[in-house]
Structure formats: C-alpha cells, structure tokens
C-alpha cells in the first residue's frame, strides 16, 4: 500500500509540475483549484488551502474541501499569520496531528486554530527569499492526521513546485506592470513630442507629418495658415508674459470653433503662427471656416494699441488642392 501511495504521488507530482511549466500565469486559479483538490485527495484530507500573505494582509488564494459548507470557512486572521510566521522561522514545515495536544501548553496557538474548526493541520511555508509570503495548508475539521514521514516529504515536493509557480507569477506581474508603465510613459513622452507647451495644441511636427500623409492620399486638401497680426508690437507694448496670454487665449478660441470638422488638426507652427489641415473639405467649406476663425478671434476685443484696429485680428492664408491634383501636378512635371 505504500508502495502504491508513492507510485501514485509521483505520478501526480510529475503531471502538476508539467502543467505548471506551460500554464499561463495570468488565468492561474482554475488550475490552482483543481490541484488542490488533487493533493487533497491523495492525501485523504477535507481541507487544502492555498494562502498568500501580503503586508499582513490575508488573501485565500485557493480552497478546496470536502465538506458542504465550504464557503463559510473563516478567513485567517492577522493573529495567526504572526504565529504561523514565528513558527515557520526555523523550518519550512509545520506539523500538528492533534491541535488538542496543544490545550495544556499553548493554549493560544490552541484557540486560534481551534476558532477556524483545525482539528489537525500540516502547512508548508511559501517563501521568497527568506520572506514567507504564502503556505500551504492541509487540515482536518472531524479527526487527527494520519501522518507520516513518507507524506511529508511527497508534500514538501508538492509545495516546492507551487512555490516556484507563484514566484514565477509573481515576476510576470510585475514584469507586465513594468510594461504598461513603459508604455504610460512612452505615450506620456509622445504626447510632449507633439504638443506645443505654451498653448496645448499640436505642435510643427504632427502639422508636418499630417499634411504629407494626406499629400500621399487621393482626397481633397485644404490647409490654412494663421497669423497673429502685428504681434511684435504686441509683445513691444504689453510684454512677452501679456504676448504669451494672448497666444493661450487665441489658441483656445481657435480649438473651440464649432465649426471646424472633428478631423481637422489644429497646430501651432511658430511665435504667432498657427495652421489648420483639413482632408475632404471643399473651396467654400474652407473660406468659411477661415472668414469664422477671424472673426471669432476679432470677437474676443483683446486691446492692442499698436494694431490699426485697435485690438487683437488674424491673417489668414489658405490653399486648397482637390483629390486629383497631385497626379495632375506629377504628369504635367514628367
């Protein structure tokens, strides 16, 4: 019979330890779940958990049990896990095959695994490093463990194995997290790459990469460029801080312009200067836009004294090129 026992754990040791080499760590429960249930089996016990400990913090990874009411199992408390640690300080196992044995000379370790229904328990401590951050847990709730020194070396393999496999989960999250912070902050750098600082707006480069991409196309192409007028005598009369206001304040007026298409790349270019790239537009779509984007701006009666018309007015220049025009341009230059 022990022979057979031995042959039998080997066999489920060797299938759990495949499995965990190409398990995906990220849909790990099920598979936790089902080899607790496998080890309790072998092992001939009504409860096998597996516990992590984080920051004092206690989490159920995984319970398996043979009873009905295994949901009402109470949690472990932060008491226990101080215990459990101090016990777990000298050696990776943890053996009690009566907790009544522990009435007259522990009686507190006694309460505590007596509150949570422990008759009897073997645990076997996860660690990493010299840090225990987990165990696992095998108790009976009715009767003593019927425990030998063949089992608890079958079981220490098993917990070995379990171990490397939420060390190794371990190192992907926190190689995933590592990824998606990369990619926060390349996102985050891509972003300040293409947004002018002063006004919040595209800057040259996403202006310049727009407009050839649409160039490559086959659509119709307006572009509109945006001058500030007698914005040096601005900056002369008011002040670069007062200068770099108005700039924010236009910027903002121009971004807010109903209409403008939602497709439309609104970037600021230079000092005073701002442009618009618009795909799929028409002739008179775009001297509308352009007729509305000066008088939203000569609407805003920002003063400027050194302006003919007394306040804050745009330039607008644009050209407009159809879907066929650069096949016509590239034929006519062959």
Not at 157 to 184: D, G, H, I, P, T
Not at 214 to 240: E, P, Q, R
Request: hydrophobic content about 45%; glycine content about 6%; some cysteine.
């Amino acid at each position: 019979q022990a022979l057979n026992w031995q042959s039998q754990a080997s066999q489920l040791l060797a299938e759990i330890s495949l499995q965990f080499l190409t398990v995906e760590t990220l849909n790990l429960d099920n598979n936790l779940t089902e080899v607790c249930r496998k080890i309790g089996r072998l092992f001939d016990v009504e409860r096998v958990s597996l516990i992590e400990f984080n920051q004092r913090q206690v989490n159920y990874r995984c319970v398996w049990s043979s009873e009905h009411n295994v949901s009402e199992i109470i949690s472990i408390s932060a008491d226990i896990v101080t215990l459990l640690a101090q016990k777990f300080e000298q050696e990776s196992t943890l053996v009690i095959e009566n907790v009544d044995s522990l009435k007259q000379t522990s009686p507190e370790e006694y309460g505590l695994l007596r509150g949570i229904g422990i008759c009897s328990i073997a645990a076997f401590a996860m660690k990493n490093a010299d840090e225990i951050v987990g165990l696992l847990s095998l108790s009976m709730v009715s009767r003593p463990l019927n425990w030998t020194k063949q089992k608890k070396v079958m079981l220490t393999q098993f917990s070995a194995a379990l171990n490397e496999l939420l060390l190794r989960e371990e190192k992907e999250r926190q190689m995933l997290n590592l990824q998606q912070a990369l990619v926060s902050v390349n996102t985050q750098l891509r972003v300040m790459a293409e947004t002018d600082e002063l006004t919040g707006l595209s800057n040259r480069r996403p202006f310049t990469q727009t407009l050839d991409n649409l160039l490559h196309g086959n659509t119709a192409i307006g572009v509109l460029m945006l001058d500030v007028d007698y914005f040096k005598s601005y900056n002369d009369n008011y002040g670069h801080i007062e200068g770099d206001a108005v700039l924010r304040r236009v910027a903002q007026d121009l971004k807010g312009c109903e209409i403008l298409p939602p497709n439309a790349l609104l970037a600021r270019i230079g000092g005073e200067e701002f442009a618009v790239v618009l795909a799929e537009i028409t002739p008179i779509q775009l001297e509308a836009i352009a007729t509305q984007l000066c008088n939203q701006v000569a609407a805003l009666n920002i003063p400027h004294l050194g302006a003919p018309t007394g306040k804050i007015t745009l330039s607008i220049g644009g050209v407009y090129l159809p879907p066929d025009a650069l096949n016509e341009l590239t034929i006519s230059n062959v």
